[in-house]
């Protein structure tokens, strides 16, 4: 949870009656967690073989069976960066009761899911993946449409994750095209770190270009 420096301005704004303020309070931190968490998700599913291997060398076996879990955990960050958003604003609005309300059938989605993706033999392991990203959706969906009932308030969270997400995407396929054409070239970790740096650039380089009005609008209540 990215911009929790702006959490007690927006339970301020929101005791306030403020909701212009509180609106753009918001507005800040979701901007900032999806600028942040985007990337930083995509770039873990795309780069899923290379981590794993970096940090269970040797282990091959386990490596090999773990390459698509964790592409599909790092795809479920995208949900996971809004459900944490949702969380934290219904805790500092005084709506500590709706995390739960929501998490709960997220956990019946994630048991059902577990329970039908484990017993098929083509998707096995990643049953368990599959599942958490599924609660993940379902939790992030349901902290959307609470958000706006319960505030009165079109934040316009599609329109706002847009540019980041778009970005985070091309980060990481850039990230990963590196990872290919550098194999032969790197060891396994300054592959890695280069890879990074160049889906971070890329990823910069998008922002400013996408998000100009929105990364302005963060510096400017910041400063």
């Known amino acids: 949870m990215f911009g929790r420096s702006a959490l007690p301005q ?18 800040i931190v979701l901007i900032s967690n999806f600028a942040i968490g985007f990337p930083l998700y995509l770039g873990i599913s795309a780069l899923s073989g ?5 940090l269970f060398s040797g282990r091959q ?26 969380i934290s604003v219904f805790q500092v609005i ?30 096995n392991i ?11 959706a379902f939790t992030a ?23 980041p997400l778009i970005s985070g995407i091309i980060c990481a396929y850039v990230a990963y095209i590196v990872n290919i054409l550098m194999k032969d070239a790197l060891s396994d970790i300054p592959r ?7 889906g971070g650039i890329v990823y910069v380089l998008l922002m400013l270009v996408l998000c100009r009005k929105q990364l302005k609008l963060i510096l400017t209540k910041v400063n």
């Open 94 to 123: 005084g709506r500590a009761d709706l995390p739960v309300k929501i998490m709960l059938p997220g956990c019946a989605v994630k048991l059902i899911v577990n329970v039908f993706s484990l017993s098929v033999p083509e998707i």
């Open 10 to 27: 927006i339970a301020a704004t929101w005791s306030l009656g403020n909701k212009k303020e509180f609106k753009n309070k918001v507005s």
């Open 50 to 54: 290379e981590i794993l291997n970096i």
């Open 61 to 86: 076996q386990e490596v090999s069976i773990s390459i698509i879990p964790l592409f599909i955990l790092g795809l479920g960050g995208v949900f996971l960066t809004l459900t944490s958003t949702f």
């Open 141 to 163: 969906l349901g902290g959307y449409f609470a958000l706006e009932t319960v505030t009165g308030i079109d934040f316009k969270v599609l329109k706002k994750m847009s540019p």
């Open 192 to 198: 890695l770190a280069v890879s990074i740096v160049s």
């Open 126 to 136: 990643s049953g368990a993946a599959i599942s958490t990203v599924a609660m993940y």
